[in-house]
């Protein structure tokens, strides 16, 4: 051993020296990539949270992002294509469905298929329901399509559109995906406002994709995101989403070829007992 030794003080040095250069060199080309391309869906009611979560998952690769609102068919074509790094999330079936795409297994957001409908709603939907009366969704929603029977089905270009679908008589039913706190907040549209029937009609989780000439970023991505989800920010960045939505805004604005608005709280109205200098009231 004794003759190795000086040996090893000289190779552990040189080797600790190449460790240091090979990281600067992968951290330089990261810092000269052009930023990952990575699409989110055109209706943007939940989508902000994932966005943060995603920048910082890529910073720790030495990766920017940017995000781009697309239909979701667009963005699976672009995909396939390979003009697209990513896709932000998306449930299951699609990555079954899309073989250019790799899922980076964390989940990132579960979410629930409701229908909505015109007043008065029931408390649920039968496959029976389902199978008797015209549904919309947007194009591409394979989670919600796969619960619609073909003759059954009336395809939009956005969710919004699925709802003014609805409340233009033209369907009976539309069908989203979103989380049970978004789905309280009222629908309105044009004609009136939209119900929705509380019992959902499936769940399904959503997990973040990247295009196959990336599949090299799948392991660091799920080492990355599974320390934001052990460190609790997955959970806190959706429960801080909530509470700003639900304190902020009264419902959900459908307007054609848009995505839903998220609709103000009006502020309250002085009256002559109630000064409009006085403090207000803390909510019981």
């Known amino acids: 051993?004794?003759?190795?030794?000086?040996?090893?003080?000289?190779?552990w040095p040189r080797a600790a020296?190449?460790?240091v250069a090979m990281g600067a060199a992968l951290s330089a080309q990261a810092?000269?990539?052009?930023?990952?391309?990575?699409a989110t869906n055109v209706e943007r009611s939940y989508f902000p949270p994932a966005e943060a979560l995603l920048r910082k998952a890529y910073a720790s690769l030495g990766l920017q992002v940017e995000f781009a609102a697309w239909p979701l068919n667009r963005a699976q074509v672009e995909l396939t294509a390979g003009r697209l790094d990513g896709v932000a999330m998306r449930a299951e079936v699609f990555f079954t469905q899309t073989p250019a795409a790799r899922k980076v297994d964390v989940p990132l957001l579960t979410l629930q298929v409701f229908a909505f409908t015109r007043p008065p709603c029931p408390a649920a939907l039968s496959a029976d329901d389902?199978?008797?009366r015209r549904s919309a969704y947007q194009r591409g929603m394979v989670v919600a399509e796969s619960l619609i029977p073909e003759p059954m089905r009336l395809p939009a270009n956005t969710p919004s559109d699925a709802f003014m679908l609805v409340g233009l008589g033209a369907a009976d039913y539309a069908l989203t995906l979103t989380t049970p706190w978004m789905a309280e907040l009222p629908v309105l549209t044009r004609q009136g406002n939209l119900c929705r029937v509380a019992t959902p009609l499936s769940q399904t989780v959503l997990y973040h994709g990247v295009h196959e000439s990336h599949a090299a970023w799948v392991t660091p991505l799920e080492q990355a995101l599974r320390a934001l989800r052990d460190r609790g920010e997955i959970q806190q960045a959706w429960v801080a989403y909530e509470r700003e939505i639900a304190a902020q805004n009264a419902g959900l604005q459908a307007q054609p070829g848009r995505s839903l608005t998220l609709t103000p709280?009006?502020?309250?109205?002085?009256s002559a007992a109630t000064p409009a200098a006085a403090p207000a009231r803390t909510p019981q």
């Open 1 to 11: 051993m004794s003759a190795l030794q000086p040996l090893m003080r000289r190779v």
């Open 17 to 19: 020296l190449l460790g």
């Open 31 to 38: 810092q000269d990539a052009p930023p990952v391309r990575l």
């Open 130 to 132: 389902l199978a008797r």
């Open 265 to 270: 709280v009006p502020p309250p109205a002085a």
